[in-house]
């Protein structure tokens, strides 16, 4: 078994947020290799968000966020289980990061099987275009444009989006690793964003 440091505990816990219990089992899993163990914890994060799945989330918050120049701001609703969850610091300093991240990016849906209709056909005609103009095969001009349109389904919708904060993880990580510490189903009901 690899002698496990302390220090690569705290680190560790540090970035993904997990405790430090599952931090140390994570690394000896790994083998002490780092970015293995952030992968392990990641997977379980993601298995209790599938094992949460079926659950209601009644309880919750709503928040806000208003850039420094006053012209841009936004509101979300993000729900959990319960109100011990919902008064968590943890839990609510994740709803406020969400709500930075739709005044920062603007998606406009959730996920990606919330873009809206005419959004999608929209796309689909730009990017006949474009593709028409590259002259490809029809096989390979209909791959193109799945790829094109996935794309774009990911960069609009908030969940799939990276963070602002930390360009390495989605809005969608940052919800799988809350829930996988704070053990409760979590989603975001709404959000608003409002500009001048």
Known sequence: MPNIQLSDIKKLRSQTGAGMMDCKKALQEANNKFEEAVKILRKKGQEVVAKNAGRQAHEGIID?????????????????????????EEFQKMVHE???QVAASDPICISPDNVPEEKLKEQREFC??????????KEIAE??????????????????????KDPDKTVEDLITE??????????IKKFVRYEI
């Open 178 to 187: 809350t829930t996988a510490k704070l053990g409760e189903k979590i989603e």
């Open 98 to 100: 969400i709500a930075i």
């Open 143 to 164: 791959k193109i444009m799945e790829g094109k349109i996935k794309k774009y389904c990911h960069e609009v919708s908030l969940s799939k989006q990276s963070l602002v």
């Open 64 to 88: 806000t966020y208003i850039h420094a120049n006053k012209k841009i701001g936004s509101m979300v609703e993000v729900s959990c289980e319960t109100d011990f969850v919902a008064r968590n």
């Open 128 to 137: 006949q275009e474009e593709i028409k103009k590259q002259g490809k095969p």
